[in-house]
Structure formats: structure tokens, C-alpha cells
């Protein structure tokens, strides 16, 4: 006699917590939110080429964007786990369900943060220990200390006086290269977030010094896109005078910096170049500039730097008066990133490309 067995596929409930980090995760990695149709598309398409396995995006869609309590099958979850870097979803579930997980990507809770030391001290201005702690964690992982400076960002958020914090710690090694470099707001949401960088580098200390120069690049260049697109212009025109007449920084200077704060340079100067009323043909003569040196950079840098420097020229190019045309020739130069996300993205405004490109902050981390 036969006994014929049936293979039957294993349904997992999880609770909302997981979902939403498992799907925060999958956004880290893809450096876009799985928001609709397209983005699941794309998601089943990287999956399939990446060998991970198939998922269709009709089941993506189900379990992320439309989600009446569907029930996924465990081979579903197995590849998304694989995808973000897990070995299993056993292993995912051990560990963001863990007591020593502190998330990802947890979007401001109030009141989980309120409760916490590091906000405490902040708040009641206890800056020894504070000042302790930084110098503690200079050791640790880089994953460790993001999520540190992420609390101290949430914990601004709620301070009617953050440059008290600013004043004390804007020369602190992890202040500056965590809270203030990797961990930089582009939405300036803490109150009085500009007087950070203005404390952070003014001047130009040493110009023979790559890391004096960066560090004035970098913060007078975030705080001028600030001021213009706030559209304080006075202000504006104030440190774009600064910024690129009296500092007589040159093309030779900005190769030897990152090229997170030389393409803001580049980049921001069409915002100069408007706000002082140059022509027409010389905004657009000095975006054909950008544009060639786009075509460069392209060419020889890796995939991170070409989305840095899409989203930089893209974000100026759409807060210029610069024809569409100039919009189209710069997607046409980063058309191969664009393989990377949906489609349809391709066809719409360069407005609608943004969020689509990391801005090079903590944006993915705190939408």
C-alpha cells in the first residue's frame, strides 16, 4: 500500500514591528521605499537577477503596500531575508525581535526616546558624562555608533535650545563626523540647525590642508543650499559671496576632497550664479560645465558616487531656471542608475527621480 505524502507550504504571522522593519531594511538596501506597483516590480526583478529567487510582484505588493493581514508563504520570506543580508527569516525574526536590537530604521518614537539617558543629559545640559560616553564608543562598530548619533538626533528634535549642545560639542571627534557629517539633516528639521555648521568650520584654516578645506566646503556649501532653498536670500548671497568669490577656491582644489561636498560646490553655484542675476548664457553655459563634468565622473566612479552626484546636480538643476532639456540630458548621462530603480521613473519630472537617489544624509534613516 501507497502512502502518499503531501508537501505543504508553511504560512508565518508576524506582527506589524517586523513587517515594518523587514520592510525598512529592504529600503535601506534598495535606497528606495516599497511604496506601489513600480517599486515592487523592480524589487521581483532584482530578486530574479540576483539569484535569490522569485517572488512575483503581485505578492510584494500584497504583503507591503496592500496588506490585509496575508499570510506569507516561509520560501517568500526566506528570500527577502537572504536579500538584506540574513541567512533565513528564522534568523531575521532572532534577531530584530531580540532585547539588544535597537533598529534600523525606527522613525522618531517620542516616547521611547524621551526615557532614554542620552536624552536626559542633553535636555538637563549634563554634558561630562555625555562628553565621557563619545569618547567611549570611538571604538566601536560603525553600526553602532549611527545608531547612537540617531538618538541624539532624535533627542534635538525635542530641545527648545540645541545649540547649547552644538556650543559644546561642535569640535567633539564623533559630534563631528557622526552627527554632523554621516548623520547631516538635509531637511535642517532640529531648531536653530544652522548654527551647528556655522560653528563647524567658517573659514578656511589652512588651505594647503585637504581636511581644513573639505571642512569648509562641506559645511558652508549645506548651509548655502539651506538659505537658498528656505529662500533666504540675503543670507544666501552673503555666504555664496563667501563661498565662491573670497575663498578663490579652484577645480585643482576640489579633486583632492571628497566628493560629497566638491559636487555641492560645483553644483551650487548655478544658485549663486542666479541669485546675483548673471545671464542666461552664463547659467547655462556653467550647467553644461556641470553636465560634462557629470559625463566624467560617471565614467569612473562607483555606483554610491554617481547617486550622490545625480541627486546634488538633479536637486540644483530642479530649484534652478534651467530649461527641461538640461533635466533630460542629466538622466540621460545617469540612465545606467536608472536601471537600478522602477521603470516609469525614467519618463517623469526630475523632481520625481529624487527620492528614488540617496541625498547623502540621514533621510533614508528619518524620512
Known sequence: MKILTVMTKSRFAFNSFTLSELKNQLALKLFFPIQGKSDCVKLSEILSAGGYGSISETTLYRLFVNNNGILPYQNTLNILSRYIGYSSWKEFVETVESNSYSGKIIVNNRNQISNSLLFHCIENESYSPLQDYFESIQEREYSYKVNVALEVFDSLLQMKKPELFFSKFSKNKFVKEFVLEDGFDPAFRIKNYDYAYKLYSNEIKNKDSIESLQDFVFSQSVLFRYYFISNKLQEALLLGDKLFNKSSINSEDLENIFIFP???????????????????????????????????????????????????????????????????????????????????????????????????GLLLLRP
Open 262 to 360: 566638491n559636487i555641492r560646490f560645483k553644483a551650487y553655484k548655478i544658485w549663486y550664479f542666479e541669485i546675483t542675476k548673471k545671464s542666461k548664457i552664463i547659467i547655462e553655459d556653467y550647467a553644461n560645465e556641470i553636465l560634462d563634468y557629470c559625463r566624467l565622473v560617471n565614467l569612473k566612479n562607483d555606483s554610491i558616487s554617481n547617486n550622490i552626484v545625480f541627486h546634488t546636480v538633479a536637486e540644483t538643476f530642479c530649484y534652478s531656471s534651467l530649461g527641461i532639456e538640461y533635466h533630460q540630458e542629466l538622466k540621460n548621462i545617469f540612465k545606467n542608475e536608472f536601471s537600478k530603480i522602477p521603470k516609469n521613473i525614467f519618463d517623469k519630472p526630475l523632481n520625481q527621480a529624487l527620492p528614488y537617489f540617496p541625498a547623502n
